[in-house]
Nanobody, 125 residues
């Protein structure tokens, strides 16, 4: 069983930065990808970024150049550094995992089996 726990959400003004963390356990460290997703009220869940065990990454066009996904050397924590935040980035942010993984890192939610509970990000203008 893969467990994921998000942290680091909060409120920030437009143009500010936040870094989210996702603590991961129970995954196969030689075969996985972990993604960040977000969902605003009344909106569909959107893939933001993903990373695999080789540090290959993938980003949604809406966050390229502003968000950076990374992981620690122990492969137990995945980070999402969010810079130049905009009000439209406000959402509940979730991390998700697929392990073992047969594909490169994905940012579509139907490719993930395990999900965290989410952490909320609010960006004010």
């Amino acid at each position: 069983q893969v467990l994921l726990v998000e942290s680091g959400g909060g409120s920030v003004q437009a143009g500010g930065s936040l870094t989210l963390s996702c603590a991961v356990s129970g995954h196969t460290k030689k075969s996985y990808y972990i993604g960040w997703f977000r969902q605003a009220p009344g909106m569909r869940r959107e893939g933001v970024a993903a990373i695999d065990e080789h540090d290959f990454t993938r980003y949604a066009e809406s966050v390229k150049g502003r968000f950076v996904i990374s992981q620690d050397n122990a492969k137990t924590t995945v980070y999402l550094a969010m810079n130049n935040l905009k009000p439209e980035d406000s959402a509940m942010y979730y991390c998700a995992a697929e392990s073992p993984a047969l594909l490169p890192p994905q940012i579509t939610d139907d490719e993930y089996t395990y999900w965290g509970q989410g952490t909320e990000v609010t960006v004010s203008s």
